[in-house]
């Protein structure tokens, strides 16, 4: 199970800390985990992307540069740092997981999924 945490409203330029956290048998050194946003009217997209050992990573175009994506093994714990943020960030945002070595940027990649985090950037 993942659960994400961090939302909030924050106005543009300002920053936000999100995390997933993991639970269950299996173990989160070996997923490979995402962020992902949705907002109102838009299809789910990719925001970045970590591999299990966190030396790989993926950004989205229109992130790279102010986003960070991390991990914790040993708190079982992702994070994407956002910097800079800008109104058009604004979303649902989710974490997801799979089992799998290398970093992977596709929604239908990915297995297991996060509630959803809402993040709100006024102008």
């Known amino acids: 199970q993942l659960q994400a945490s961090g939302g909030g409203l924050v106005q543009a330029g300002g920053s936000l800390r999100l995390s997933c956290a993991a639970s269950?048998?299996?173990?989160?050194?070996?997923?490979?985990m995402g962020w992902f946003r949705q907002a109102p009217g838009k299809e789910r997209e990719i925001v970045a992307g970590?591999?299990?050992?966190?030396?790989?990573?993926y950004y989205a175009d229109s992130v790279r540069g102010r986003f960070t994506i991390s991990r914790e093994n040993a708190k079982n714990t992702a994070y994407l740092q956002m910097n800079s943020l800008k109104p058009e960030d604004t979303a649902i945002y989710y974490c997801?997981?799979?089992?799998?070595?290398?970093?992977?940027?596709?929604?239908?990649?990915?297995?297991?999924w996060g509630q959803g985090t809402q993040v709100t950037v006024s102008s």
């Open positions: 970590i591999g299990w050992a966190g030396r790989r990573t």
């Open positions: 269950g048998r299996d173990s989160f050194s070996v997923y490979a």
């Open positions: 997801a997981g799979r089992l799998s070595v290398g970093v992977l940027i596709t929604a239908a990649e990915y297995d297991h």
